[in-house]
């Protein structure tokens, strides 16, 4: 939990909210590639020949 002062938890927040606007962009334009759709499968997101998968450093990506 986010331990730091109100205003910058709403900064972080609203940067958040951005990156989010940005991936799902992403994953549309993916989609919209005619190859297949990215789709939520158990704790991974599943495209068109990858997976994105949250690993113990981090997210990865194995295509």
Do not use: H
């Not at 940005?22 to 704790?43: K, V």
């Amino acid at each position: 939990m986010y331990a730091g002062r109100p205003e910058d938890l709403r900064r972080k927040e609203q940067q958040a909210a951005a990156l989010a606007a940005e991936i799902a962009a992403l994953m549309n334009r993916i989609d919209s590639l005619g190859i297949g759709q990215c789709l939520p499968a158990q704790g991974r997101i599943a495209g068109p020949s990858f997976d994105i998968r949250r690993t113990e450093r981090g997210w990865t990506v194995r295509a």
